[in-house]
């Protein structure tokens, strides 16, 4: 399996304000190694051998290798490139709609509250097990499928699935990007948000496209994504030590090494979603106090007897608080769960404040089973009172991580999840770094390009951990689209040079098992990223009489120089030279220039040559600086300031060489 998402077609029909500077009818590709084109009337896909790139970033996966393809979006703003991110993420939103509801939505997998969106005409190709075509007209689609010789069948597929397709997971922190109140439409006088329904993850990872982080009408909640976010860290960093695979390594100098322990408060309300009768989504809560006592401890012995396997366990025996905070959490989640996924709805008697008794054993049966991201946090519970591998009896206790991963490692068995035996949300964690001068920092205090870097990448492989965990008869996913738009964000240079490497040997580290293949795509800025992608594999945008082309002329990127990379990938024209810079240094040129051929009068001059002079001091590029102290020494053939300048450059060589 090599998935790539070849190219993207916008037809005509297509919303206007959809199209902004893209062509319609114009093929727009992401391998630039791919030709599509009518051969004696049929239209067929061609790949150009002599441009296909090695192998570069394929991964070792627990039972075969996993093939990474990475591609990239680059132009100056305006140029299309969120365009065509937008375009296609309409067109995957239309096609997971038509599956729930003109499909019929088999199995009843996809739960999402999906809104067509009306004025979408779109082609796009890609590759999986064949080549394949994806024509989607609103809320209707086909799929095409090329034959071996390149050449396309004409009948469209008439059984093709989800798990064809590919699942897409976007990241984009931007504070401007993806605000459902500019993505929305009004249909009459109802309001299509069609876009919030995206952000949300509750559906086991059925529908097709996710986007990150969270947000509500443009605005992502910080303190939210980082309470998420240290869950998937502490997956990652309890994780034993395999060789050079060790997750508790951040950059180069920090290391995890420490976790700190504070007991929280029991949580007595759920919230929850319903839907009232009009189709609105209505927050309600539903209050855990309202259970009867002798309810909870049977829910709590079921769970530990069949989920961990203890038996005759009496919660009521154990007097310390943090069990009476376990108890309180086992009911808190497994009630969150019942309101919260559809498959476990059933259970449930929300007005009635009460499970189904009748089905109580099928509740019990059906979270044993469930394997997926639903029911870690219960089980994470579950495990620590089994296993108590953490003594805690302070107010707060720190303990070294290899002490909690040995323990950890001792109790699991190799095909269960690490993720079942973290330490337990009944705890406010706190992770504790190392520097290299062996100073602890706390991991809050890391700098926001530090924590954006390994905030992105562990949630980027906790929902690719999640996706290959996906069970039953749910659509199971093995090929995912990964788009990192603007990545640049918050990072410095040095953290964009090695994001790439960083983020491919941390994939390599989770051991994937049914994901075959992941396709990247980046749309970025940063000469860093594409430092490290071949040119084949970039979509070079550039506006042209107010229309967006694809540029095929051929740049070198992978291992390029990073001013050519500036000046070719990024059509920077006017220079690399701050602009403010620029017209101050061509005032300084004009003027010199003015009184080459038309001196000043001589106070006017002076006062001019003074200022000149200091701005010709400021210019930290030697050549253009002693060239321009040349010029204006000429003017008066005084040279002591173009001598003095040559001297410090002297001076600056000498000393460099020492």
């Not at 639903?374 to 108590?388: C, E, P, R, S």
């Amino acid at each position: 399996m090599n998935f790539k998402i070849i190219a993207l077609k916008v037809l005509d029909g297509t919303d206007s304000t959809f199209v902004k500077v893209l062509k319609k009818n114009k093929l727009y590709f992401f391998y630039t190694n791919y030709k599509i084109e009518i051969i004696d009337g049929i239209e067929s896909i061609v790949e150009d051998i002599s441009l296909q790139s090695p192998l570069l970033y394929n991964i070792k996966g627990l039972s075969s290798d996993v093939n990474i393809n990475i591609s990239a979006i680059v132009g100056k703003n305006g140029s299309g490139k969120s365009t065509i991110i937008d375009l296609l993420f309409r067109a995957i939103n239309n096609i997971a709609y038509n599956f729930k509801f003109v499909a019929g939505n088999k199995n009843k997998t996809i739960t999402a509250d999906l809104e067509v969106i009306k004025g979408i005409h779109i082609e796009f190709y890609f590759h999986t097990d064949n080549y394949y075509k994806i024509s989607v007209n609103d809320d209707i689609f086909q799929v095409f499928r090329f034959n071996k010789d390149g050449r396309i069948n004409l009948k469209p597929e008439e059984d093709f699935s989800l798990e064809k397709l590919f699942y897409t997971e976007a990241v984009n922190y931007s504070h401007y990007a993806y605000n459902s109140k500019e993505y929305g439409y009004f249909e009459g006088s109802k309001f299509v948000d069609w876009l919030q329904e995206l952000f949300h993850k509750n559906d086991s990872y059925q529908t097709p496209l996710v986007l990150n982080p969270m947000r509500t009408e443009g605005n992502f909640d910080i303190n939210r994504e980082n309470d998420l976010v240290k869950q998937r860290i502490l997956a990652n960093v309890l994780r034993p030590i395999e060789g050079n695979l060790d997750f508790r390594k951040f950059g180069d100098n920090l290391i995890a090494h420490k976790i700190s322990f504070e007991l929280k408060k029991s949580k007595d309300v759920v919230y929850y979603h319903r839907k009232d009768t009009s189709g609105e989504k209505i927050l309600r809560t539903f209050r855990l106090s309202a259970f009867e006592i002798p309810e909870r401890n049977d829910l709590a012995k079921l769970l530990m007897s069949e989920l961990v396997q203890v038996q005759n366990f009496n919660i009521d025996l154990f007097v310390e608080k943090r069990y009476l905070v376990a108890r309180s959490y086992i009911i808190y989640k497994v009630v969150s769960i019942c309101l919260k996924y559809e498959d476990y709805f059933k259970f449930l008697l929300p007005r009635h404040k009460k499970f189904d008794t009748a089905l109580f054993g099928e509740l019990i049966n059906k979270l044993k089973e469930d394997d997926s991201h639903i029911t870690f946090k219960l089980k994470q519970v579950l495990n620590y009172l089994k296993n108590d591998y953490v003594q805690y009896q302070n107010k707060k206790l720190t303990l070294p991580i290899s002490d909690i991963s040995d323990a950890i490692a001792l109790r699991r068995q190799p095909d269960q999840s690490i993720l079942n035996f973290i330490p337990p949300p009944i705890f406010d964690i706190k992770i504790i770094l190392k520097s290299s001068n062996s100073d602890d920092v706390k991991f809050d205090s890391l700098s926001s390009g530090e924590k954006q870097l390994i905030y992105m990448v562990s949630s980027l492989l906790y929902h690719l951990y999640n996706i290959d965990s996906v069970m039953g008869e749910k659509i199971k996913y093995e090929n995912i689209n990964i788009v990192l738009e603007e990545i640049e964000l918050y990072f410095h240079p040095e953290l964009q040079r090695c994001f790439i490497k960083y983020f491919l040997d941390s994939i390599s580290r989770i051991g994937l098992k049914n994901i075959k293949s992941i396709n990247i795509c980046f749309v970025t800025h940063s000469p860093f990223i594409l430092s490290d992608i071949p040119s084949s594999n970039i979509m070079f945008l550039k506006v042209i009489n107010g229309e967006a082309f694809q540029i095929f002329d051929k740049k070198h990127t992978f291992g390029a120089n990073i001013h050519e990379l500036l000046g070719d990938s990024f059509f920077m024209e006017n220079g690399y030279i701050g602009s403010f810079a620029q017209d101050k240094i061509n005032d300084t040129i004009n003027w010199i220039n003015k009184n080459a051929k038309k001196k000043e009068s001589k106070s006017v001059f002076l006062k001019n040559k003074i200022y000149h002079q200091s701005i010709i001091k400021l210019i930290d590029e030697p050549i253009l600086k002693i060239k321009l102290s040349e010029m204006l020494s000429e003017l008066d053939k005084d040279v002591e300031f173009h001598n003095s300048l040559i001297q410090q450059q002297i001076d600056f060589l000498v000393a460099k060489r020492k």
